[in-house]
């Protein structure tokens, strides 16, 4: 095998060799030529085929309906994802789409009030009521899914019949069901909202007689509700403090991230608030010798006549005497004052609004092994990020060891998509050429061969035929005639010195 592929090539090179530069041309023009053509057939065969998706995330019930609107317009199509996804040309889609739109589809399977025009005057009550029911919920579907967040939805709306009885009637309920933005969750805000307009839409119906549920299977609504009968409390400050946590995990990874690289860092905070609000009235007294003067009382009293005055007299012993004849005149005065003074008094009222912190705990995991000195750099850098407090019995854990990637690593190598393999019809367009270029070559060799057997052959024929009618004589003329000749072809050069030789000996 070897042997044949060398010889193949050594003919392919000496016949390359003895081509001129004209047929060189020619050859290498005619093989661009079919490479060119290869190519392009490739870019508009490749072009005309590209699909594209048209719809994806259908309802079955609407592929089938898009399914038979492009077999009718003879569009091909192809189906993925279990008939849920259809793709078409590329160059149809916008075309296909503008049609199908005009034609109401898809309508996700949904159906409104307009299901109820042209019902049929024969229609029980049931099926009207029945009719109806499923009308507005499809309605109440569509504006459901129009809010963000919400990627699908089912109404389900129970109306009991009416009844002249008022002790049997049945309030009226509803479920929805959610089916929510991967990674995306509702509001208390946005289910409250919910439940009022499923209520306010149907008659009868009382927002807590609505149900709304994931699809997760977790209870919405009764999450709400828990809210409301006081669970909210708790439920604000597990938000509070988990908000708390993130914001300082966050101005930590911020801190660390640059210093030790993404991905070689991993920090938890756990803190503890003090939810209590608390309210501090502090009174302060100040001392002053003269203070301040509020107010004052005098009272006077004035006594004039004979013998002694009852009571004694002002300044004495205040020993009662008692009057008795013969004494002479008396008299007396006494004056009374009375002077409040204000105490100094200052009152401080202080409100602590709830989330103060009472204590940190911190652990920073670094990617890789760290001495005393990194270590006791990063708990300066944390402590200091965080503001860490000694006297809150704050504390922090810097641990350094190299992280676990083989599971990331697994994942990644899953997720990256593989390489790009060379299209077989590249190959098969190399491969057409590289037939046509040999097949080229082989064929100017068999040509080329083929012109020299025709010059070779006809001198032995000619002989052959003649040689029976000529004489001794004219066949050794005729063989030194074929020596020159051949000596001719072999040394042109020594044949005509030769012949110059002859002719100047015929001259002398």
Not at 118 to 126: E, K, M, R, V
Request: hydrophobic fraction near 40%; proline fraction near 5%.
């Amino acid at each position: 095998m070897a042997t044949s592929v060398a010889q193949l090539t050594k003919g392919i090179r000496d016949t390359w060799s003895k081509l001129g530069r004209t047929q060189r041309i020619i050859i290498m023009a005619s093989v661009a030529t079919v490479f060119v053509l290869c190519v392009l057939a490739l870019i508009f065969s490749s072009r005309g085929n590209r699909y594209e998706i048209l719809w994806s995330n259908l309802d079955l019930q609407d592929a089938g309906a898009i399914v038979d609107e492009l077999e009718r317009q003879g569009i091909p199509y192809e189906l993925a994802d279990g008939g849920r996804t259809i793709k078409i040309p590329s160059q149809e889609v916008h075309r296909t789409r503008l049609s199908l739109a005009s034609q109401g589809l898809p309508s996700s399977g949904i159906v409104g009030f307009e299901s109820i025009q042209g019902n049929s005057i024969w229609a029980t009550d049931f099926e009207r009521r029945v009719q109806y029911t499923r009308a507005l919920s499809g309605e109440l579907v569509r504006t459901i899914k129009s809010i963000s967040g919400v990627r699908d939805a089912r109404v389900h709306i129970v109306i009991p019949e009416s009844t002249v009885f008022a002790t049997l009637r049945t309030p009226s309920t509803a479920a929805v069901l959610l089916d929510l933005v991967p990674g995306k969750e509702l509001g208390r805000d946005t289910v409250r909202g919910i439940m009022n307009l499923v209520a306010r839409s149907v008659e009868g119906l009382s927002p807590d007689d609505v149900t709304v549920m994931d699809t997760s299977g977790r209870l919405l609504s009764q999450e709400l509700r828990n809210d409301a009968l006081g669970g909210g409390a708790t439920t604000a400050a597990f938000e509070m403090t988990s908000r708390v946590e993130r914001e300082l995990e966050s101005r930590l990874l911020a801190t660390l991230t640059p210093v030790l690289g993404p991905g070689n860092v991993v920090c938890q905070v756990r803190a503890t608030l003090n939810l209590d609000q608390v309210r501090i009235v502090d009174d302060e007294y100040t001392s002053d010798p003269q203070g301040v003067l509020r107010s004052t009382q005098q009272v006077t009293e004035t006594y004039q006549g004979t013998g002694t005055p009852v009571g004694g007299v002002a300044g004495g012993l205040d020993v009662p005497t008692y009057g008795t004849a013969g004494q002479g005149q008396s008299q007396y005065q006494r004056t009374e004052t009375i002077t409040n003074y204000e105490v100094n008094r200052r009152t401080t009222e202080t409100i602590v609004t709830p989330g103060t912190i009472k204590n940190l705990s911190v652990a920073v995991m670094v990617n890789k092994e760290l001495d005393d000195d990194s270590r006791s750099l990063i708990t300066q850098a944390v402590t200091a990020a965080l503001g860490l407090d000694p006297l809150r019995e704050d504390r922090i854990s810097v641990i350094g060891m190299p992280f676990d990637t083989s599971l990331a690593d697994v994942i990644q190598g899953g997720m990256t998509p593989p390489e790009p393999s060379f299209p077989r019809i590249y190959i098969y367009a190399i491969a057409v050429a590289a037939a046509l270029i040999i097949g080229t070559i082989i064929l100017l060799i068999m040509r080329r061969r083929r012109a020299e057997a025709v010059e070779v052959a006809p001198e032995p024929l000619l002989v052959a035929e003649e040689a029976p009618s000529l004489s001794p004589d004219l066949l050794s003329r005729q063989k030194v005639r074929e020596d020159i000749e051949r000596m001719a072809r072999v040394n042109p050069a020594a044949v005509a010195a030769l012949i110059k030789t002859w002719l100047l000996e015929d001259e002398y």
